[in-house]
């Protein structure tokens, strides 16, 4: 049975990630940590600490406490708060993986951190971007996730870690907000399409990004971790999209659902600059061919849920 910690399991990925993995592993078999204590169901169905990744010694401390084997690493900045605070960004972005790796590297474990589109830039191929291609970010975020990558690569190869990852796309879900993400817009048009019926969009018409829906991202981190090691060709990170749509497509998806529904556009200039140096749609074919990648949701399937559980919880 794996011992697993997770980092930033407060955040968007880490609340539903943590609460599946205890599900499949046993709640006290899945550490969780974050910088703050909230009120979380997280913090009171399993172990918990708090932790600031920054803290190699608390880290390393937490992983020789727990005797843990795996190292789910998720504590970041996305990329538009990473663009106001770089130094910030590659303090926290840099410094902590580097500390993952190194308690990861010390205690033998498995070890998974998110890469993201926004490790491509301008000149990386805009449609069907291959999984091995160029990359020259233009945004601190960027440069983090394509360095992330790299330290990833060398422990594997200069230790041995059997380090793994993924290129996420914009992640969407119900249960936890992200924040200071580019792609954020398209949670947001949920939330406001269910409490206001309107949406005022940052993203501009036209302006394509990945996405994909929360279920899928962590069934493809489950997937990923428990993957055959001898198939694994690329270990860091995994091109995964399920979907690719610009603000008008979203809208419409919403309007067969909410007829009613409206949108128009507030385009803030730094989001948008992010965007625009992202692929329109990358091509997930290494992730199919090394360990089965499969997204169960499209847009519509992703529209209808999204509605559905956010009338629930906001009405
Ligand atoms: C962001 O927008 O910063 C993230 C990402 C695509 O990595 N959601």
């Given amino acids: 049975m794996k011992k697993i910690l997770i980092t930033g ?23 969780a940590t ?23 010694q608390a880290m390393a401390d937490l992983a020789k ?21 770089p130094l910030l960004a590659w303090n926290l972005n840099m410094g902590g993986l580097v500390n993952a ?45 394509v ?30 907000p992200p924040g200071g993400g580019t792609t954020d817009y398209a949670v947001e048009i949920y939330y406001d399409a269910v409490q206001k019926g309107r949406y005022t969009s940052f993203i501009d018409a036209g302006t394509y990004m990945d996405m994909m829906y929360m279920p899928d991202a ?17 270990r860091n990170s995994f091109n995964v999209s399920a979907m690719s749509f610009e603000p008008e497509q979203i809208a419409a998806s919403i309007k067969k659902v909410m007829p009613t529904f409206t949108m128009d556009y507030d385009v803030d200039p730094i989001r948008q600059g992010i965007a625009e140096s992202w692929p329109n749609a990358i091509d997930s074919s290494a992730a199919i061919a090394e360990w089965g990648f499969k997204a169960q949701y499209d847009l519509d399937s992703m529209t209808q849920d999204m509605l559905t559980k956010l009338n629930d919880k906001l009405n």
Wanted: a negative charge; one cysteine or more; hydrophobic letters at 35%.
């Fill in 147 to 176: 360095s992330g990558e790299l330290l990833c690569d060398y422990y594997f190869q200069k230790f041995g870690l059997d380090t793994r990852g993924l290129r996420f796309p914009g992640l969407i879900s119900y249960v936890a």
């Fill in 9 to 31: 399991a407060l955040g968007q990925i880490g609340s539903e990630l943590t609460e599946k993995t205890r599900n499949i592993y046993g709640a006290e078999n899945v550490i």
């Fill in 101 to 145: 790796l190194e308690v990861a590297r010390e205690n033998q474990c498995q070890f998974f951190t998110p890469s993201s589109i926004g490790a491509f830039g301008p000149s990386t191929p805009k449609n069907q971007t291959p999984q091995d291609t160029i990359q020259r970010p233009t945004t601190m975020y960027g440069v983090n996730k």
């Fill in 34 to 56: 974050d910088i703050r204590k909230t009120d979380s169901p997280i913090v009171t169905s399993g172990p918990f600490e708090t932790l600031d990744v920054t803290d190699a």
């Fill in 65 to 85: 406490k727990y005797n843990v084997d795996t190292i789910i690493h998720l504590a970041a900045l996305l990329s538009a708060t990473a663009e106001a605070k």
């Fill in 218 to 234: 962590l069934n493809a981190i489950v997937d990923l971790m428990e993957a055959d090691p001898a198939k694994l060709i690329h």
